[in-house]
């Protein structure tokens, strides 16, 4: 005999938890299984304790332009054992709420992970089956793991959060999204930082944005070293070498972070016998109302071949249980206006097509506003570097495709612009509009 609900959700990250809760508040009876703690990679290793670094590393960087402007300033130090013990009380207090928010809802969590046993069965290792009309994957991804040889002396980001103190030397391999903004966090926080990167920098960014963000990281003292396809890493912990194809050696390093993307948690769920397609990186093949090959099971967030970003993950849950609980059959997220941010030091934005994408699709019709301006603090305090801002219009009426931005604040000027964009923003929406001056936003008001 196996307890019945009306939903039952594996995985209480971003996406399932989203799911979960909205499927309560409209009425259904769920269960919520998860291992590990709630709130998933985005509470408990990812966005959350990042941004928690992000801001301490504004900080070291406000004070070393504090100095340049004039302040008399005595060496920043950062107390690490109590900074650490700080963002992870926070971080303890949201899954703290979150649970009570679970309990209030009636939702039964379960601490345990569960796999399918048929198109409306889940079943914990213990044995014990639990049955409803609708099963949402939502297992999220985790860092992936190279098969070489000594890989086991590098940590992957879930590690990086426990660290008892900073690393001098790093070596962070990849380019993308968690090994840029690491860099960046760790050079700030005043540790020496390789980057090596087997081809391109964040790549599906606008490539003239992501270049002028390696100039300025460079010009912050961060190595980034190209084209080097890591092969081997030697020595003991504390003491790292890193060989490269060619028979380049990097370090010695105390540190090093393996960045190298993340792989879905869809192994060992029992999809394949249910004949739940995948992709050859495991991601569960969804269509846009997150069904997934099999009636009765959907997918939602990492675990899906969609974005990875939470929002994206909340987004697709919330509409799923919609649809399924709510009764709204044609409920889905609009997922044609994804902004995003990469953490890094200066920030960099992005929402809709980069110029490269924005060619291909629309050709000639595509008008491209470029900008480079230098903060007002910046030369007040004597530096030249340069920030991009970057607009991509297209046809007679000039429908905004894509905003770039690059530059101190674009973290948080980017959101209003990407609402706006999804209500369909024109140039000369922009031009019409009195801009906020002296400000970072006002750039993509003044392009030409
Ligand atoms: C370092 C880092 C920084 C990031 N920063 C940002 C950011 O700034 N902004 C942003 O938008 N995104 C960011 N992301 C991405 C974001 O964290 C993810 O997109 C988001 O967490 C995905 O949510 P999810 O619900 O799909 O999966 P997850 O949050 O990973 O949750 C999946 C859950 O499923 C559980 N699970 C796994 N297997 C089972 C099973 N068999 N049964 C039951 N439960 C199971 C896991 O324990 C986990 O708790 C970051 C990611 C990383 C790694
Ligand atoms: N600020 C944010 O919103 C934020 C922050 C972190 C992560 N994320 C999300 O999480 C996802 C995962 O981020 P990520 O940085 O782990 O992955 P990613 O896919 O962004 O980057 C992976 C990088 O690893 C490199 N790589 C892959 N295999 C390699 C190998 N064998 N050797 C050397 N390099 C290799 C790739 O070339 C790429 O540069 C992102 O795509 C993003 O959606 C978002």
Redesign the pocket.
């Known amino acids: 005999m196996s307890e019945r609900f009306d939903l039952i959700v594996l995985g209480a990250g971003s996406g399932g938890l989203s799911a979960a809760q909205h499927a309560a508040r409209l009425g259904a009876r769920v269960a919520l299984f998860d291992p590990d703690a709630l709130g998933g990679t985005c509470v408990n290793r990812?966005?959350v304790p990042?941004k928690a670094m992000w801001f301490a590393a504004q900080i070291a960087d406000m004070h070393r332009i504090g100095a340049e402007i004039g302040f008399e300033t005595t060496s920043l130090r950062l107390d690490w054992a109590r900074f650490r013990t700080l963002r992870d009380q926070y971080i303890a207090g949201i899954r703290h709420r979150y649970a009570t928010r679970l309990d209030m809802a009636d939702i039964r969590v379960m601490a345990e992970a569960a796999r399918l046993a048929s198109n409306d069965m889940v079943v914990t290792a213990q044995g014990t089956q639990f049955s409803a009309p609708h099963i949402v994957i939502a297992t999220g991804a985790r860092?992936?793991r190279?098969d070489m040889q000594g890989f086991e002396l590098g940590m992957l980001?879930d590690q990086i959060f426990m660290l008892d103190a900073p690393p001098q030397h790093i070596a962070i391999?990849?380019?993308?999204?968690?090994?840029v903004?690491f860099a960046c966090v760790m050079r700030s926080l005043g540790c020496q930082v390789d980057l090596l990167?087997?081809?391109?920098?964040l790549?599906g960014f606008d490539l003239e944005l992501v270049e002028a963000l390696a100039v300025q990281m460079q010009s912050h003292g961060i190595r980034i070293v190209r084209n080097t396809?890591?092969k081997a890493a030697r020595g003991q912990p504390g003491e790292v070498t890193l060989e490269a194809t060619g028979g380049v050696e990097h370090g010695i390093y105390d540190a090093v972070l393996w960045?190298?993307?993340?792989v879905p948690n869809s192994d060992d769920l029992g999809l394949e016998q249910l004949g739940v397609e995948c992709d050859e990186a495991g991601h569960v093949l969804v269509d846009a109302f997150q069904n997934t090959s099999v009636p009765g099971i959907y997918a939602v967030g990492?675990v899906t071949d969609r974005?990875?970003?939470t929002p994206v993950a909340v987004a697709a849950g919330r509409a799923l249980a919609e649809r399924l609980i709510g009764g709204h059959a044609d409920a889905k997220f609009d997922d044609s206006v994804i902004p995003?941010?990469?953490?890094s030091e200066p920030p960099l934005g992005s929402v809709g097509l980069t110029e490269q994408q924005a060619r291909a699709r629309y050709g000639d019709a595509v008008n491209v506003h470029t900008g480079r301006y230098t903060p007002l603090l910046w030369m007040v305090a004597g530096r030249s570097e340069q920030n991009v801002v970057k607009l991509l219009s297209v046809g007679e009426e000039r429908k905004v495709v894509g905003i770039h931005v690059l530059g101190p604040g674009s973290d948080e000027l980017l959101q209003g612009f990407a609402v706006a964009m999804q209500k369909g923003l024109t140039w000369q929406d922009l031009k019409s509009t009195i801009a906020i001056h002296p400000t970072a936003a006002e750039e993509l008001l003044l392009l030409h």
């Open positions: 990812g966005c990042k860092p992936r190279l980001s391999v990849g380019g993308g999204y968690v090994a903004e990167v087997r081809e391109n920098l790549t396809q890591i960045a190298v993307g993340r990492d974005r990875a970003l995003s941010v990469v953490f």
